[in-house]
């Protein structure tokens, strides 16, 4: 059963949808994006991506922070050297 305010179709849940989807497309792996997800953050405070996604500002300053990582996975992806 999914924490209260997270069900399925809940503005929680859409939210931490739409961070997940972000975190993969900037880590290209759902391990890494998970473990990203999970871990407490200097940059927010020390509290983890997953959790200062509930409110909109914390949203908004974790999609920053994944724009910015994946504007530098994008720069350093060669597909001529794999």
């Known amino acids: 059963m999914p924490p209260v305010g ?3 179709g809940s503005p929680a849940y859409e939210r931490l949808a739409m ?4 975190a993969f497309a ?3 792996s759902w391990e890494r994006a ?3 997800l999970a871990k407490p953050n ?6 983890s991506p997953e959790d200062a996604a509930l409110i909109p ?4 300053r974790v999609m920053a922070i994944l724009q910015i990582a994946g504007q530098a996975t994008s720069d350093e992806f060669d597909p001529d050297h794999p």
């Open 26 to 28: 900037a880590f290209q």
């Open 19 to 22: 961070l997940a989807e972000s």
């Open 57 to 60: 500002a914390g949203l908004n």
């Open 6 to 8: 997270r069900e399925l």
């Open 34 to 36: 998970r473990e990203w």
């Open 42 to 47: 200097a940059q927010i405070d020390g509290a």
